[in-house]
């Protein structure tokens, strides 16, 4: 026959009790824990806990319940009206208290709602517990307790009253009423209701408990009390002998938020852990300690008695913002026993840190003249807030003059206006972050920035005068400084620092300028009479690259004449022949003398001296010399002009020959004079005309010719006896270039005057010989000739060029020329280098210029060469000119970095445009060929992650990084310079590194985790482990295990740090199967969970089980019909807790007639035919089950044959 079902549970239990429920108060138990929504946690008795809703109560209970773990629970009234303290007393109108009361027991357990109804109150407490299979309630009657009114109690056996609270031990279960099928239904069938007795009672109130069934997993035949019973014994006997519970928090983890900067003293929250027993095993401490960080000990304090957390100072969520802390719970029992939960503290920001920049004071050099909108400098403040305290935005305060602006947002610092270094030099940026923030207000800080305008060779060097004169005597001492120029230059530093020098005009070297101070001075002695006024043309040159040159400097130095030449006499001594009979007045001879100084210092005067003894002979024959008076010499000269004229008649026959002197002296200081002498012959008058040797002469002069050199002597006889022949220039003498004397009876031409080739290159003198009366012309052909007298001159003083460094050698760079007025040999010019240098050359015939190595802008930006022009002339005549090669930059230089490698590293969690590292790089070039833009295009900026500034290389982040996305990277950056007509670069590797921060929580496997345990595992064993990957690394990827759900009672434990899971008793198979844990992993403040199911593999470890049980059967046999049954009349009751068994059965004694069919495999019975009869029959078997563990029972079967009667 088929076993019973299990009892069912009652459906209703009248209870009247609602009318004490209101004296349940706020404190109802030394453990009450605080719960959400206002609602108080009661206890209500052993394994019994109520949740009392005290917001949702009309006024508080006025009365606190005291409950104890262990027997019945007294209520007490405090105050001097107390009731006594065996019943809860009702109050005169309770209000409606409602409660949720419930209780927890083993997680297999059916879960049944007892609901408490005051009929007509519209009052009400839900009373959930949850009890083993096979419990059982007895209902009791509700009686009044003697002596007191309003109070309602439980009888309990013994005839004691006990209060109305007071909870039994066990509920029953539910049964099945007999049903085909071995399944309940979904909600198990109970009767309607059990009702109880209750008594009237004043203000009693009549109350329905009402039972509901949760579902529950398919039923099992009911374990035998001897067999329940010996299980409960060992499970008290694995816990001890004390029978204390351990507290237990409401929840497995809590998670608070607390302000920064609250003062020491704030409130946190209030953790209360419950345990219900009595006395000093139900009083609680409460500790706290630091998970992870040692620092969290220092910040805050819990309440040892009530479990209050509060700070221990302020709070600073810039230096922490997690505090993870394990609070325990320790009863003061013995053993002493205890309950840890985790707290988990998080800091909220307020806006406590003001903007932090990331250099207090910035220094940038920019060069000017930058184009606008050139990016100078990023300017960047930090602010450890967080970032809605934190929104950084950027102005200028002031000292931008208009110049230079700032992004308010990136903080770049722009060119607005053009760069001028010689209108400012500096600039004193102060520059304001605000971080926007709300709680409490805005903060902000300011920096400032000295931006340095670097100089640009941009101005040319200016002389202080247009035309330097200075006056300088010949007689100067050599060496003597006469003049100091000096130019100035805007720019700065190598740009403004100045070199002088000779262009031109320094003829013969008279002249040396110092390079660095403008000193002029005097290196050779001067002479007015040689050159009287010096041109300079000189250039000043600044130190830029390239340089910039001025040589429109004009330096006039006029040699002022010193009285140091005497007069000298173009010819010495003079003769003149004069016929007798020429009147007074006649002009005899013109005296000449020239003075090399200048001014009064060259102005002669003349007069006749030693005219004392000038007559000499008489009668036309020598004789001693007669005095003659100066009264009566016949002679005179002009003192200016210095022609002797005839002042007296002369007479041949007194006088033939005068010889006297003549003294020029001239007006210098001290005055100098020197001396001729003069010979006058008196010639006879005659009758025949002196007659040349030749009507022509033709001759070639030297335009150089020195005056007063001879010419040319011409003779001229005269037939007259005695006859003197005086000679003349009569023509052709074109600006008195000759002068003619008589000299030895022949008449000399000299030069009186320097010839001049390219004014008068034919002279056509004519030369009169006379003899007083007489006279005779002849025409004198002199044909100057060219002298070199002209130097080579060049059309510039100063000549520019500009050559680009990268032109082969060879390059013809220009052609240089001198023009000679001169002709033939004396035009003939050859160009010579004064200083060469190696890398040019001169055609010597052209004056074209060659390179004759390569050229290298970045080694000298600057050549000037000296290049001299001389003519081939006797003497040789040169002039001297320079040439300023200006060497072109071209872009034959790459940049190079300064460092190979650049390594850097930023958190994962800093905002877009942090500055990681910076990179720089130098280019030899100069200008656009020069100047590099930095720049991650053709390179690696990490698929976007980080840009680059151009003009500062500094590295900044684009986004967000996520260090498990990509922990390194490595980019690679390039360095562009500007040059044409191709931009050269470079590439320097970057590596940065991305530091960690706890931006992940801990990730199970799946959401759903199996797993399978054998039962009987050793308590204490790790039956598995529970692991969580944390993406994180180091300290944030410590992960923290806890089970938040699911095991009550305490049946695992998980190994915080480790993850094993722990059996803390033993596992039995047979009493439930499988176990379902919320299990949560914490990498504080982040935590995820997932669930576990726990499936226990079933051991071998029960016999089978087999009660004693009969067989009844009645047969009756009648003439008309035949009752006995055929097929199978039941099965043996045979059960083993063991799911994996297989029984077998069989008989062992007592029906060796057969009389009985058992099938071994099932156990199903038959009736033997031998049993078809009517007679009674008795019998006493014996059957044996057994598993596979060979396990056996034995039971005695019993069964009763009736008579068979006939039907009457």
């Not at 609270?165 to 099928?181: D, E, F, K, Q, T």
């Amino acid at each position: 026959m088929a076993p019973s079902p299990p009892p069912v549970l009652p459906a209703m239990v009248f209870l009247a009790a609602a009318a004490v429920l209101p004296a349940l108060g706020s404190r109802a138990a030394a453990g009450e824990p605080r719960a959400p929504g206002g609602v108080r946690a009661v206890a209500l008795g052993p394994g019994w806990v109520s949740l009392l809703d005290a917001d949702r109560a009309a006024r508080a209970p006025r009365g606190p319940l005291d409950v104890s773990r262990a027997g019945p629970q007294a209520g007490r009234r405090r105050g001097p009206r107390a009731g006594s303290p065996d019943c809860a007393r009702a109050g005169a109108q309770p209000p409606p208290l409602p409660a949720r009361p419930g209780t927890a027991g083993a997680p297999t357990a059916r879960n049944r709602l007892l609901r408490a109804r005051a009929p007509g109150s519209g009052r009400g407490a839900r009373l959930r517990r949850r009890s083993a299979a096979g419990a059982e309630l007895r209902a009791r009657a509700a009686l009044p307790a003697p002596g007191l009114r309003g109070a309602l109690c439980f009888p309990v056996p013994g005839g004691r009253a006990a209060p109305l609270l007071v909870a039994p031990a066990a509920l029953p279960s539910c049964r099945c009423p007999p049903r085909s099928g071995s399944r309940c239904p979904r909600r198990p069938v109970c009767p309607p209701r059990l009702p109880c007795a209750p008594r009237p009672a004043a203000r009693a109130v009549r109350a329905e408990l009402g039972g509901e069934a949760a579902p529950s997993p398919s039923p099992r035949p009911p374990v035998p009390s001897r067999l329940r019973g010996g299980a409960r014994a060992a499970r008290r006997a694995r816990r001890g002998a004390g029978g204390s519970s351990s507290p237990q928090f409401p929840l497995p983890s809590y998670q608070v938020s607390v302000p920064e900067n609250e003062p020491a003293g704030t409130a946190v929250i209030e953790l209360r852990a419950h345990d219900p027993d009595e006395g000093e095993a139900g009083r609680l401490s409460y500790q706290m300690e630091a998970l992870f960080d040692e620092r969290s000990n220092g910040y805050f304090l819990i309440d040892s008695a009530t479990g209050a957390v509060s700070t221990a100072r302020a709070l600073d969520r810039e230096t922490k913002d997690t505090h993870v802390l394990r609070v325990s719970a320790v009863d003061h029992g013995s053993p002493r026993r205890s309950a840890a939960t985790y707290l988990t503290v998080t800091v909220s920001d307020t806006n406590d840190h003001s903007p932090v920049f990331e250099q207090s004071e910035y220094r940038e050099r920019v060069r000017e003249n930058l184009e606008l909108g050139y990016e100078v400098l990023t300017i960047r403040a930090t602010d450890g807030d967080a970032p809605s305290n934190a929104d950084m935005r950027y102005r200028l305060l002031g000292g931008g003059g208009g110049v230079f602006e700032i992004d308010a947002r990136s903080g770049v610092v722009r060119t607005r206006a053009l760069l001028d270094r010689e209108e400012a030099a500096e600039y004193h940026l102060l520059v304001e972050a605000n971080d926007q923030g709300r709680n409490p207000g805005p903060l902000s800080a300011t920096a400032t920035v000295h931006i340095v305008v670097e100089d640009e060779n941009d101005n040319y060097p200016q002389f202080s005068e247009k035309r330097y004169v200075v006056r300088v005597p010949e007689d100067v001492a050599v060496n003597t400084p006469v003049l100091r120029v000096q130019a100035t230059d805007r720019d700065q530093g190598q740009n403004a620092a100045i070199h002088y020098s000779i262009v031109s005009g320094n003829l013969k070297g008279q002249f040396y300028l110092h390079s660095l101070s403008g000193s002029l001075d005097v290196i050779n002695p001067l002479d007015f009479e040689a050159i009287r006024e010096y041109t300079l043309r000189i250039k000043a040159q600044d130190g830029g690259r390239p340089p910039l040159i001025n040589s429109s400097g004009l330096v006039s130095v006029q040699v002022l004449d010193v009285n140091d030449n005497a007069p000298i006499f173009v010819s010495s001594p003079f003769q003149a022949a004069v016929v007798e009979n020429v009147p007074v007045g006649h002009s005899v001879l013109h005296i000449q003398a020239v003075d090399a100084d200048a001014g009064e210092n060259a102005r002669l005067r003349y007069r006749l001296v030693d005219t004392a003894s000038a007559a000499l002979g008489r009668g036309g024959s020598a004789g001693p010399e007669d005095p003659v008076s100066a009264r009566d010499f016949p002679f005179q000269i002009h003192n200016s002009s210095g022609w002797i004229t005839v002042c007296a008649d002369l007479d041949r026959e007194e006088v033939e020959r005068y010889s006297f002197g003549v003294e020029a002296v001239d007006h210098g200081s001290p005055p100098m004079s020197s001396s001729a002498s003069v010979s006058i012959t008196v010639l006879d008058v005659n009758d025949n005309d002196p007659m040349f040797t030749q009507p022509v002469y033709e001759l070639r002069l030297n335009e150089d010719a020195a005056v007063g050199s001879s010419v040319l002597t011409l003779q001229a006889r005269d037939r007259d006896a005695n006859s003197v022949i005086t000679y003349q220039l009569t023509g052709g003498n074109t600006r008195n270039r000759f002068a003619l004397s008589s000299q030895s009876g022949g008449g000399l031409i000299t030069l009186a005057l320097p010839l001049d080739y390219k004014q008068e290159r034919q002279y056509v003198l004519a030369v009169t010989a006379s003899d007083g009366t007489r006279s005779h012309t002849a025409q004198v052909f002199i044909n100057v000739t060219d002298a070199n007298t002209h130097r080579p001159v060049f059309q510039s003083s100063h000549y520019t060029v500009s050559v680009k460094e990268d032109r082969p050698v060879g390059t013809s760079i220009a052609t240089i020329s001198a023009s000679d007025e001169d002709t033939g040999e004396n035009a003939r010019i050859t160009y010579v280098l004064e200083d060469p240098v190696p890398q040019f050359r001169i055609d010597p015939d052209t004056g074209t210029i060659y390179t004759m190595t390569e050229l290298d802008y970045e080694d000298q930006a600057a050549y000037t060469l000296a290049i001299t022009a001389r003519d081939n002339g006797i003497p040789q005549k040169s002039d001297t000119t320079s040439l300023e090669i200006l060497i072109l930059d071209a872009n034959d230089n790459a940049p190079r970095f300064l460092r190979d490698f650049y390594q850097g590293s930023v958190f994962e969690d800093a905002p877009p445009s942090t500055s990681v590292l910076q990179v720089s790089a130098t280019d030899r070039d100069s200008g656009p060929n020069g100047r590099l833009v930095y720049t991650f295009q053709g390179g690696d900026d990490g698929h976007g992650d980080f840009y680059i500034e151009p003009t500062s290389g500094v590295v900044r982040t684009q986004r967000r990084l996520d260090r498990e996305n990509v922990a390194v990277y490595n980019l690679r950056a390039l360095a562009v310079d500007r040059g044409s007509p191709a931009p050269l670069s470079a590439s320097v590797e970057i590596q940065v590194t991305v530091l960690d921060i706890n931006d992940n929580p801990p990730v199970f496997e799946k959401d759903e985790l199996a797993l399978f345990v054998e039962e009987n595992s050793p308590v204490g064993s790790v039956v598995a482990r529970i692991q969580a990957h944390d993406p994180d690394e180091g300290p944030n990827a410590q992960i923290m295990y806890q089970i938040v759900e699911g095991n009550v009672p305490e049946v695992f434990q998980l190994d915080l740090l480790s993850g094993d899971l722990r059996a803390l008793v033993e596992l039995d198979f047979e009493v439930q199967r499988d176990y379902v844990l919320v299990v949560q992993a914490t990498s504080a403040p982040l935590v995820s969970r997932a669930t576990v199911h726990i499936r226990l593999l079933d051991q071998n470890d029960n016999p089978p089980e087999l009660p004693d049980f009969q067989i009844l059967f009645n047969n009756y046999v009648t003439n008309k019909s035949n009752s006995f049954p055929s097929g199978v009349i039941g099965r043996i009751p045979a059960y083993d807790p063991d799911l994996s068994d297989s029984l077998n059965y069989t008989f062992l004694q007592g029906n060796e007639l057969h009389l009985l069919l058992l099938d071994p495999a099932t156990g199903d019975l038959q009736l033997s035919r031998d049993l078809d009869n009517n007679r009674p029959l008795e019998a006493l078997m014996e059957v044996s089950v057994s598993d596979n563990n060979k396990d056996r029972l034995r039971v005695a079967v019993s069964g009763l044959l009736f008579e068979k009667r006939s039907a009457v």
